[in-house]
């Protein structure tokens, strides 16, 4: 059973840098069938998908968010992370990291979400 | 850029069938996946390809896709179904994906 973990502040202040890691186990970031996602939910709304990166390193980002993401894979941790810079109080949502399937892009298998508030 | 309509709430006598629809232009040309997410926790993949189940999923649970929606069925709607349902499909041609609006569903 494929299980993800998210781990990260759960605390930023406005114009700095969200970072966050999806720690994943019983099952292979380097596998070749999946992507492997951030997608976000602020407070009372609904999803809104982040990105993904292949464990080669190639990404695929949101374009709304396109210029302050940056998500990054460690296959020796089994780990990917995600970087958001220059968050305002509009970056304050639960967190998520997901499998994504490479054929349709269906999201699997997803942790359980971290909240992350952005304020001074 | 491609956007995923889904009426915001419907409701549901226990025992009834529920139908959320996701409208999108020619959306029956795409593979369409359904989510389900309760209060306080991550959403939970119910339906992909349009009309699979992943393991673990009731039967209930049923979902079709043609022209421009695509439909999640619950049937014999259970207390337990009480939650939100969101759609998500990928969108080809802006190489991204998409999540539908949410729907909310109250059993009556």
């Known amino acids: 059973q494929v299980q993800l973990q998210e781990s990260g502040p759960g605390l930023v202040k406005p114009s700095e840098t969200l970072s966050l890691t999806c720690t994943v186990s019983g099952g292979s970031v380097s596998s070749g069938s999946y992507y492997w996602s951030w997608i976000r939910q602020p407070p009372g709304k609904g999803l809104e998908w982040i990105g993904y990166i292949y464990y080669s390193g190639s990404t695929n980002y949101n374009p709304s968010l396109k210029s302050r993401v940056t998500i990054s894979v460690d296959t020796s941790k089994n780990q990917f992370s995600l970087k958001l810079s220059s968050v305002t109080a509009a970056d304050t949502a639960v967190y998520y990291c997901a499998r994504e399937g490479r054929g349709e892009h269906e999201h699997d298998y997803w942790g359980q979400g971290t909240l992350v508030t952005v304020s001074s | 850029s491609y956007v995923l309509t889904q009426p915001p709430s419907v409701s549901v006598a226990p025992g009834k069938t529920a139908r959320i629809t996701c409208g999108g232009n020619?959306?029956?040309?795409?593979?369409v996946h359904w989510y389900q997410q309760k209060p306080g926790q991550a959403p939970v993949l119910v339906i992909y390809y349009d009309s699979d189940r992943p393991s673990g999923i009731p039967e209930r649970f049923s979902g079709s896709n043609s022209g421009n929606t695509a439909t999640l069925t619950i049937s014999r709607v259970e207390a337990g179904d009480e939650a939100d349902y969101y759609c998500?499909?990928?969108?080809?041609?802006?190489?991204?994906?998409?999540f539908g609006t949410g729907t909310k569903v109250t059993v009556l």
């Open positions: 020619n959306i029956g040309s795409k593979s």
């Open positions: 998500q499909v990928w969108d080809s041609s802006s190489d991204h994906q998409v």
